[in-house]
T-cell receptor, first 113, second 115 residues
């Protein structure tokens, strides 16, 4: 049973470009969470989605960031017009139900030139 | 409020010794805690969890202790091995056990092993 798959593992973008980060949850998991981690810090929650619904986006910046989890396909975290401060590791986690432990992918390292 | 943390930033342990990683929390209503291990370049890996109706839980080579009186928990790793080198986070769901919610992470403790 494959774990949470994130791609790409590394993404380099220039300021002003768009970044798309993909997350395929574990099989049978319908709850997806996105977190951001700056160097030497803990993970910070961004958004929680179930299929086709955003449940909690309290950690998402108000502008330039969006997330979706369509009925078919992976969850996507989209960052428009990236800035240097967006450089971080972005982790996705999934769970089969909300009260089950979240399993994390190995992240996407986003670097902004 | 949501607050987990107050870790020591680094801990160095001799290989074969036991490691103790500490964590404090501020919300007396917190009822569920999780320990994660994060190796370099990887995502957090679930180690062990504990509910507030327990004060101790054991896994393979790991034990978590919960002291609700002083709002403190610790992760003990027996016979520390080189593969235990990682950053360890204590964490809790923002809405407690049995609730689908975001996880609040502490700032982590980096465990390094001396040969």
């Amino acid at each position: 049973n494959a774990g949470v798959m994130q791609n790409p593992r590394h993404l380099v973008r220039r300021r002003g470009q768009e970044a798309r980060l993909r997350c395929s949850p574990m099989k049978g998991h319908s709850h997806v969470y996105w977190y951001r981690q700056l160097p030497e810090e803990g993970l910070k929650f961004m958004v929680y989605l179930q299929k086709e619904n955003i449940i909690d986006e309290s950690g998402m910046p108000k502008e330039r960031f969006s997330a979706e989890f369509p009925k078919e396909g992976p969850s996507i975290l989209r960052i428009q017009q990236v800035v240097r401060g967006d450089s971080a590791a972005y982790f996705c986690a999934s769970s089969p139900r909300g009260d089950q432990p979240q399993h994390f992918g190995d992240g996407t390292r986003l670097s902004i030139l | 409020g949501e607050s987990v943390g107050l870790h020591l930033p680094t801990l160095s342990v001799q290989e074969g010794d036991n490691s103790i990683i500490n964590c404090a929390y501020s919300n007396s209503a917190s009822d569920y805690f999780i320990w994660y291990k994060q190796e370099s370049g990887k995502g957090p890996q679930f180690i062990i969890d504990i509910r507030s109706n327990m004060d101790k839980r054991q896994g393979q080579r790991v034990t978590v202790l919960l002291n609700k009186t002083v709002k403190h928990l610790s992760l003990q790793i027996a016979a520390t091995q080189p593969g235990d080198s990682a950053v360890y986070f204590c964490a809790e769901p923002s809405s407690g056990y049995s609730s689908a919610s975001k996880i609040i992470f502490g700032s982590g403790t980096r465990l390094s092993i001396r040969p």
